[in-house]
């Protein structure tokens, strides 16, 4: 069982220092540039195959989950591991009790923390510093190690061809969320129902656009009418 670690994992002090601890602990670890997630976890086959774990880690600090909350790459890297396919995805929030500020108050995280558990479902672990992240990290490789390859095998490879294949709802979904007040649940139930710029134009062109949205998602709709409106007025052929 071979640890991955993403290369942006390596930059900076902490980076650095949990690469030294994991090495001292004696976990295979190998650096590369993962399409999702910071931590990812393969078996290594003697012919050569590589065997997903079917685990992925994501690493916050207080200041990368702030950043992600105000910019919303938070809301778009959950929905991005929920479609990856991979059934145990771990958020590890790291010092967060340490939290300084960064423009978002401490509550704000704590609110994202709780919503990633217990709406998204994630498995969810907070640490103190960058040695009890690793100790966590270990432990995780432990209990992988010890349940053994999965009964249904992915190939890393395959993995990777189609972590990178960007869609065409992926690139919508990101223009979406520029939209302010658009929300990752929002740009979710969107994408149901128009995943690409020429959906929306023939959705946002019809008339009771927040109507449809609503009989299309089983009588309620997360999409507010400030963004119902700024979508009419972005994608109505009419005006």
């Not at 105000?70 to 929030?93: A, H, T």
């Not at 672990?125 to 390859?149: F, N, S, Y």
Request: charged share 25%; net charge negative; proline share 3%.
């Amino acid at each position: 069982l071979c640890l991955l670690v993403d290369s942006r994992e390596r930059t900076g002090r902490s980076g650095k220092r949990m690469q030294e601890l994991l090495d001292r602990e004696g976990v295979p670890v190998e650096t590369m540039a993962l399409p999702l997630g910071d931590l990812l976890w393969v078996w290594r086959h003697p012919d050569g195959r590589q065997i997903l774990a079917d685990w992925v880690a994501e690493r916050k600090t207080a200041s990368d989950l702030a950043a992600s909350v105000l910019d919303g790459r938070y809301d778009e890297q959950k929905g991005r591991l929920v479609r990856s396919g991979i059934r145990k995805i771990c958020y590890i929030f790291e010092g967060l009790s340490r939290h300084s500020g960064h423009g978002v108050p401490l509550s704000a995280l704590e609110t994202a923390v709780v919503h990633t558990a217990f709406i998204t479902g994630f498995t969810t672990l907070e640490t103190a510093d960058t040695g009890d992240t690793v100790t966590t990290v270990v432990q995780l490789h432990k209990e992988i190690e010890t349940a053994g390859v999965p009964h249904t095998a992915v190939l890393f490879d395959a993995y990777l061809a189609s972590s990178r294949r960007t869609t065409d709802d992926q690139v919508f979904g990101r223009m979406l969320r520029l939209i302010p007040g658009c929300g990752g649940e929002m740009v979710d139930e969107l994408l149901g129902v128009c995943p690409t710029g020429a959906d929306a134009t023939a959705f946002f062109s019809a008339h009771n656009s927040k109507s449809r949205l609503q009989e299309a998602n089983g009588g309620t709709s997360k999409v507010t009418a400030p963004v119902v409106g700024m979508c009419t007025a972005l994608f109505s052929s009419k005006l």
